[in-house]
């Protein structure tokens, strides 16, 4: 069963799109208007594991995520339907 903390719940509600750079292991996160977020290596591995972002995108140097638009589960689904 996955569970999402309060703060990952507010992750996936404001998130556009996560930017990782596999060589650094870098991660970017950006919301709509382009404001950075923060978002840790563990949680972005857990988030990615249990398919609630998924690859959109990528080339050579990054690849680009976003949140699954089919919700993995009811808490993932409640989430993102939230305003």
Excluded at 64 to 81: C, D, F, G, R
Aim: charged residues 30%; glycine residues 4%.
């Amino acid at each position: 069963m996955i569970t999402l903390t309060d703060k990952e719940k507010r992750f996936l509600k404001r998130v556009d799109k996560i930017t990782h750079v596999p060589w650094s292991e870098k991660i970017i996160a950006v919301d709509v208007r382009g404001k950075p977020m923060r978002l840790s290596m563990a949680t972005f591995s857990r988030l990615k594991d249990d398919g609630i972002i998924i690859r959109s995108s990528g080339d050579l140097s990054s690849d680009i995520y976003v949140v699954n638009p089919a919700p993995v589960t009811p808490e993932v689904e409640e989430v993102q339907e939230a305003p």
